[in-house]
């Protein structure tokens, strides 16, 4: 345990400072009905990124697999626990970006998600530790599977809510009418 001491410490306080950053950015702590929720399934919710996990949970083990190997790429001589100190560093950036004023109201403009709001602190925290598993899971696992994980992922959110990180991207640089409107048809279907 002492071995990890370090990292654990170093990952509170990236958790610590990045809730501080989203209070004072006005976030709310556990969302809109100030509840504790573990599981929100259901995207068109107002309580949607205001749980600990919903869909876009999947995404956040992505980021880290793609962290993991963005960083095993560039900084392979760094050892593993800077890397995962630098992962959690840039999810908690992500996270504090993605509850910026710039990033909710292109998420209204561009995407499906017109009401969005933000995340709650408690799901945006989710998030970061999310992307912490996805990282330990890269670290851990052949690349020929966390490939396989992450297409198991992507399509396996496209068809359940018809969305996905890839689709994330996309409608956030550069939208595309289409891809709205065929995402938006999830809205009429049963939940």
Not at 13 to 37: F, H, Y
Not at 42 to 56: H, K, L, M, T, V
Not at 116 to 131: C, E, H, K, P, T
Not at 160 to 167: A, E, G, M, S, Y
Request: aromatic share 14%.
């Amino acid at each position: 345990m002492k071995k990890y001491k370090w990292i654990i410490i170093s990952v509170i306080a990236i958790l610590a400072i990045t809730a501080s950053i989203e209070l004072s950015m006005g976030r709310l702590p556990w969302g809109p009905d100030g509840k504790i929720g573990l599981w929100e399934g259901n995207i068109w919710s107002s309580e949607q990124s205001q749980r600990f996990a919903d869909p876009y949970t999947f995404s956040h083990m992505i980021h880290g697999m793609l962290f993991y190997a963005f960083l095993w790429l560039v900084a392979k001589r760094l050892p593993l626990k800077y890397r995962l100190i630098t992962a959690f560093l840039l999810e908690a950036g992500w996270e504090i970006l993605e509850n910026s004023p710039l990033i909710i109201n292109r998420y209204r403009e561009v995407t499906i998600s017109l009401g969005y709001v933000g995340d709650s602190v408690f799901n945006s925290l989710s998030d970061i530790l999310m992307a912490g598993f996805g990282f330990f899971l890269a670290y851990k696992f052949p690349t020929w599977l966390i490939i396989v994980l992450i297409i198991i992922m992507e399509v396996g959110t496209l068809f359940w809510v018809r969305d996905n990180l890839t689709l994330n991207i996309i409608m956030l640089m550069y939208p595309i009418d289409a891809i709205k409107n065929w995402q938006s048809v999830g809205h009429l279907l049963p939940q």
